[in-house]
């Protein structure tokens, strides 16, 4: 090697290490700073502790990218100090990671350690990480004010999760930080603790994802039967798909064929445009491509889309749920199917985002912003096609878009359950099913026939809303406090820390929750094993009042229900106690899975499971108790 060789080389390698050298001191000055935020947060760690923390957080720091936030008690810190948690790899990245152990026994937590929340992405920390999830979608103070309703308390944010101090009860936060840093934030959960996303949710939420899985189950079921997702393809893998169906479209239809182009990359409308073929795709194109519905349902002659919420809260088996209260999204300007509009995006997409770049949108939002109430009426007095009206217009309408819901997750249910046993059920939860949770917002199309279309899934649906904006106020509100309820996380009317829960409610995680749905499963289970009925109590009467009767002629004998139903191992009977305890609790929310329709939905499961058979039987019993469906409301509404 000549010299001037060997002094470029000798250079390079100076300016290598002095850059390594200023990356590990801004290093150390990040966490530092973070260690005083969370002083100044006055969080309870002790002072003994804090000079030796910096080295804890270098070690962990695989642990701040989950996001988890810690109340740790002096103890809980001075035991990680004396005892270091072993440094195991990451199998996927290779970073070092800590594993979390064993949290002390559930009998022993105080109530204290019940009632927090944590949102990811503190706003004070935001300048110093260098990764993504630096805010929750739409406006925090909505999620705030919620949970603080509910009697929640925020917990301030630390990026170090040390054993034993983890008090958080709820975690809300980006599915794609979720998901992140090989699913930590999941791995790491106790049993006492929810979050709001499932692992592997970009099955539904991901554009590239979701088309995937609904080409699946059309092939798989046939297309009349998974007939609510547009012809889809991803550019440019199914260019040549794409070509071949624009061919057969303009072969065996009249008229000009349409597309509808969405960037895989881009969310909130951006990236959106309609075209006329593949000859209107540039090179460099990705992302999905669907045929488009090119005769909506209008509403004043304005094009229109439908947010509706879903949450799903147990995969094995599966609980779906739909609210019937939404918003409608309305274009700004008259439809008109002509092609030569084809470039008018105000007439075509209906995001908010896009529309309130004009100013009267901006200024009042209200006329292109409905309820579903108000859209009820509209289609009950107009009709559907032709202006045709039945009656019971809206009732179909609605009930089609259950159809709809159910279709959508049960195309990536198997995957999703798969996604669970691996990575939830763990040796802290592996009985239980209620980890997580899912809230999504699908965003549906209906077309002139009143027959709805599902155009995307949002896992992360935006819950802006401002006391100024009445409607997204109180329904967005409304909808957040009934799922509360639903996951049993309220702890009184008006909420407070130091307030006791509502009388005749248990609290989720709590010893009275964990007593009552041990004592409803023992009911449960000792009414299939014995020939007498056990004793109901206040829990029996509290939520078994279809199986009061004990005359076996009646046909709603609690004894005969639990023995068709199998019900004969303490599992099985938590299973059932689960769904009726959230059951219970659901308020507004209308149950699709498990219902009394289950010939209609079993058949579009990839793998029916057990647990979902067995439930499907119990909400059969109850039917011959009650005379009802009661997985529906009463009367389907919008």
Not at 79 to 89: D, M
Not at 104 to 129: N, Q, T, V, W, Y
Not at 366 to 372: D, G, S, V
Request: charged share 25%.
């Amino acid at each position: 090697m000549k010299l001037h060789q060997l002094c470029i080389l000798l250079l390079l390698l100076c300016i290598l290490f002095h850059w390594a050298a200023l990356w590990a001191y801004d290093e150390h000055q990040k966490y530092k700073t973070l260690l005083q935020h969370a002083t100044q947060q006055k969080l309870n760690l002790p002072l003994s502790v804090a000079p030796q923390l910096p080295t804890q957080l270098l070690r962990l720091r695989s642990m701040a990218d989950s996001s988890i936030t810690i109340r740790a008690t002096a103890a809980a810190a001075a035991k990680q100090l004396s005892h270091p948690t072993p440094v195991h790899r990451n199998s996927r990245t290779g970073t070092p990671t800590a594993k979390l152990a064993a949290p002390a026994a559930l009998a022993e937590l105080s109530i204290s350690a019940f009632g927090k929340f944590k949102l990811a992405g503190d706003p004070a920390l935001c300048s110093m990480r260098k990764w993504r999830w630096c805010y929750v979608s739409g406006n925090v103070e909505t999620f705030r004010r919620c949970f603080q309703q509910a009697g929640l308390i925020e917990v301030p944010p630390l990026p170090l999760d040390i054993e034993g101090g983890a008090q958080w009860q709820l975690l809300w936060q980006l599915a794609d930080e979720a998901d992140g840093n090989d699913y930590a934030s999941y791995r790491r959960m106790i049993q006492w603790q929810r979050q709001n996303h499932f692992p592997g949710v970009r099955e539904l939420g991901n554009k590239r994802y979701l088309h995937k899985n609904m080409a699946q189950a059309r092939e798989h079921f046939g297309d009349e039967v998974y007939n609510v997702f547009p012809k889809s393809f991803t550019i440019p893998t199914d260019f040549l798909k794409l070509q071949q169906d624009y061919d057969a479209a303009v072969s065996h239809r009249v008229g000009d064929h349409m597309y509808i182009m969405k960037d895989a990359a881009k969310d909130r409308g951006e990236g959106i445009r309609v075209i006329s073929g593949p000859s209107d795709l540039a090179p460099t194109d990705k992302g999905i491509v669907q045929s488009y519905v090119r005769y909506p349902y209008l509403l004043n002659g304005y094009k229109f889309t439908m947010r509706v919420y879903v949450v799903y809260t147990s995969l094995a088996p599966l609980r779906l749920y739909v609210y019937p209260e939404g918003f409608v999204h309305m274009a700004t300007d008259k439809y008109n199917p002509d092609i030569k509009y084809i470039n008018e995006r105000y007439m075509h997409l209906t995001n908010p985002d896009i529309n309130k770049e004009r100013p009267f949108y901006k200024k009042n939002p209200r006329p292109f912003y409905w309820n579903f109430k108000e859209l009820k009426q509209y289609v009950k007095k107009h009709g559907g096609k032709n202006g045709v009206v039945s009656g019971h217009d809206d009732v179909r309408l609605w009930s089609n878009i259950q159809t709809l819901v159910m279709k959508t997750i049960l195309s990536a249910e198997h995957k999703l359950t798969r996604y669970a046993q691996k990575i939830i059920f763990t040796k802290f939860n592996k009985e239980r099913s209620d980890s997580c949770f899912e809230l999504l917002g699908l965003d549906v199309l209906v077309d002139q026939d009143l027959r709805p279309w599902l155009i995307e899934v949002n896992p992360d649906p935006d819950m802006s809303a401002h006391a100024g904006f009445a409607l997204a106020y109180q329904t967005k509100g409304e909808m957040m406090s009934h799922l509360m309820d639903l996951l049993s996380l309220k702890r009184g009317e008006g909420g407070g820390e130091g307030e006791e829960p509502r009388e005749g409610e248990s609290i989720f995680g709590t010893k009275e929750y964990i007593a009552e749905r041990k004592e409803l499963a023992n009911i449960l289970l000792l009414s299939s094993k014995q020939e007498k009925l056990p004793t109901f109590g206040k829990v029996g009467e509290k939520y078994l009042k279809s199986f009061q009767s004990t005359s076996i002629t009646e046909g709603c004998n609690l004894k005969l229900a639990t023995m068709q139903c199998g019900v004969k191992t303490m599992k099985i009977a938590y299973l059932i106690a689960d769904s009726e305890m959230e059951y219970y609790r659901q308020k507004e929310w209308q149950r699709l899975i498990p219902s009394i329709e289950s010939n209609k939905y079993m058949k579009w499961y990839y793998e029916v499971k057990d647990a979902d058979v067995m439930l499907a039987c119990w909400e059969f019993q109850i039917k011959m108790c009650t005379k009802k469906d009661r997985s529906r409301s009463s009367s389907p509404r919008l």
